[in-house]
């Protein structure tokens, strides 16, 4: 596609249950960020996955965040027994490789957990 | 441990006026500095980035500075247009690691 996509847009779950959020990068960038943003406020790190190499996992929030990538392409990020506090939008951003690259962001996916 | 500032959270003026946007950063050492914008359901476009060793970029009406021994940058945008409504949020990248740190942004709304 030409840019980042992200699904669900939006998801209302029940405190407690589990959610999957999805994200395609653009093709062939081989870095994937996730971030989450709460109501005005600006965005955390969650988690980094560049090519094959091993995620930086340290700004997951808790053991109940979870996230997988395959190879350079999808990647989804869990987030089991879901509490109140996890409401927020969920981004997603690909660059290629380098910090020097601009990251490209998906819209969001907007989280509500009642 | 690197924190970002932005002031002022919000700001409203009238179609056509120059304006300044403000972030600020406690750690000089910096890989380089973005500014981005945030459109509701749009996600975000990444406008300017600059790196350590510059002192500004250029895309249009936009015009991005850095002072990076002072910890200051600065968005400038000319002849400011309605289209131009929007959460706009500034990111430092570290010298030692690749991860932003975000401001809290500041919204603009230009008014007609």
């Known amino acids: 596609g030409a840019g980042v996509s992200q699904s669900p847009s939006n998801k209302v779950t029940e405190k407690g249950k589990d959610v999957e959020l999805r994200c395609d990068p653009i093709s062939g960038h081989t870095a994937l960020y996730w971030y989450r943003q709460r109501l005005g406020q600006g965005l955390e790190f969650l988690i980094y996955?560049?090519?094959?190499?091993?995620?930086?996992k340290s700004g997951l929030p808790s053991d109940r965040f979870s996230a997988e990538r395959t190879g350079e392409s999808v990647s989804t990020l869990t987030i089991q027994r879901t509490q109140q506090e996890d409401s927020a939008v969920y981004l997603c951003?690909?660059?290629?490789?380098?910090?020097?690259?601009?990251?490209?962001f998906g819209p969001g996916t907007r989280l509500l957990v009642l | 441990k690197q924190e970002v500032t932005q002031i002022p959270a919000a700001l409203s003026v009238p179609e056509g006026e120059n304006l300044v946007l403000n972030c600020s950063f406690t750690?000089?050492?910096?890989?380089?500095l973005q500014w981005f914008r945030q459109d509701p359901g749009k996600g975000l476009t990444s406008l300017l980035l600059i790196q350590s060793s510059q002192r500004e970029q250029t895309s249009g009406r936009l015009n991005a500075s850095l002072d990076k021994s002072s910890g200051r940058s600065t968005l400038y945008i000319a002849a400011s247009q309605p289209g131009d409504s929007a959460t706009y949020l500034c990111?430092?990248?570290?010298?030692?690691?690749?991860?932003?740190?975000w401001g809290a942004g500041t919204k603009l709304i230009i008014k007609p």
């Open positions: 951003a690909s660059s290629f490789a380098g910090r020097g690259e601009t990251q490209y």
């Open positions: 990111a430092v990248r570290g010298d030692s690691n690749y991860q932003l740190i």
């Open positions: 996955f560049q090519g094959n190499s091993a995620p930086d």
């Open positions: 750690d000089s050492a910096i890989y380089n």
